[in-house]
């Protein structure tokens, strides 16, 4: 996967350091943590003004079929409600 314009990659999610949040945002970046598995670390990403987060606190990869059925159901893409209502 090549990178996206106007995304910041490479984030350390176990060291999230606020400077560099300011850094990305800054430049007009937009920045997405990738790997989060617990709620503490999105809390520190959120304290830090990570834009957004991904990983399996929010669902385990799965298959084709079975992402378009979890695609319908409703549920709350940010389970600790840190990123916002």
Do not use: K
Not at 24 to 52: M, N, P, Q
């Amino acid at each position: 996967m090549g990178e996206v314009p106007g995304w910041a990659t490479g984030v350390d999610t176990d060291r999230p350091s606020a400077a560099r949040m300011y850094d990305y945002h800054s430049l007009g970046l937009t920045v997405t943590a990738e790997g989060v598995e617990t709620e503490a670390r999105l809390e520190r990403l959120r304290r830090v003004r990570c834009d957004s987060a991904q990983g399996y606190l929010f669902c385990a990869p799965l298959p084709a079929d079975a992402l378009a059925r979890w695609l319908d159901t409703p549920h709350r893409a940010d389970p600790a409600g840190v990123f916002g209502p």
